[in-house]
């Protein structure tokens, strides 16, 4: 069974520090995506990768960036973060013809 | 571009009553389509795709491709089913899953 970890469940940050959202599988998926999730607006993607090094931006972008050096690990960096990025952040893994699988998600408030 | 609709935020049924939850898709190409679930303090998780043409947990879902619909169907309601249901599409260009903004069902006894 595929496992998605999301380092942290909930984290709360002040306005302008850099966070960090870290994803680990164990599946050796190449393709990795974050979402954020936000009430009536469903999930929309930020960023994914399909390899290691490899990123492309999704549909909302702006503010975000992210890091796979390896294979097992998708992260998402908020350089500057802003009180519209509080939210819930998705990890998911995705490899040929299986499902998406997700991690439990981490609920960043920014305050 | 592509995008899903999903028109009800919010549908509040009694147990034992017909379900239907809507899916609306705009997409150019051949779509391959999806119903994920989140129920309560859990993770998102599949629920089903269209070309598995399978029924889980009694739900079904027929592609409807002269409508661009996917709606997701269950004759009798049970108060477990109450969670957060999204539609998705998998859209090739982009090689990406897009979501629709999701609708709550509320199974009442």
């Known amino acids: 069974d595929v496992k998605v970890t999301q380092s942290s469940r909930y984290l709360v940050k002040r306005t302008g520090e850099k966070v960090f959202l870290e994803c680990v599988q164990d599946?050796?998926?190449?393709?990795m995506f974050w979402y954020r999730q936000d009430p009536g607006l469903g999930l929309r993607l930020i960023y994914f990768?399909?390899?290691?090094?490899?990123?492309e931006k999704g549909d909302i972008p702006e503010g975000y960036s992210v890091s796979r050096e390896k294979k097992e690990r998708f992260s998402l960096i908020l350089e500057s973060a802003s009180t519209n990025q509080t939210s819930m952040y998705l990890c998911?893994?995705?490899?040929?013809?299986?499902?998406?699988?997700f991690g439990n998600g981490t609920r960043l408030t920014v305050t | 571009a592509q995008r899903v609709t999903q028109p009800e935020k919010l549908l509040s049924v009694f147990k034992g009553a017909p379900v239907e939850l809507k899916c609306n898709y705009s997409?150019?190409?051949?779509?391959?389509l999806f119903w994920y679930v989140q129920y309560s303090r859990q993770r998102l998780q599949l629920l089903l795709r269209h070309i598995s043409r399978e029924s889980i947990k009694g739900f079904t879902a027929d592609l409807n491709k002269g409508e661009t619909s996917f709606h997701l169907k269950k004759p009798f309601a049970q108060e477990e089913d109450s969670a957060m249901y999204y539609c998705?599409?998998?859209?090739?260009?982009?090689?990406?899953?897009?979501f629709g903004a999701g609708t709550i069902l509320r199974v009442k006894s």
């Open positions: 997409y150019s190409g051949s779509p391959e």
């Open positions: 599946m050796d998926h190449e393709n």
């Open positions: 998911a893994t995705w490899r040929g013809n299986s499902p998406l699988h």
């Open positions: 998705a599409l998998w859209a090739e260009y982009g090689n990406k899953l897009v």
């Open positions: 990768s399909y390899d290691v090094k490899m990123k």
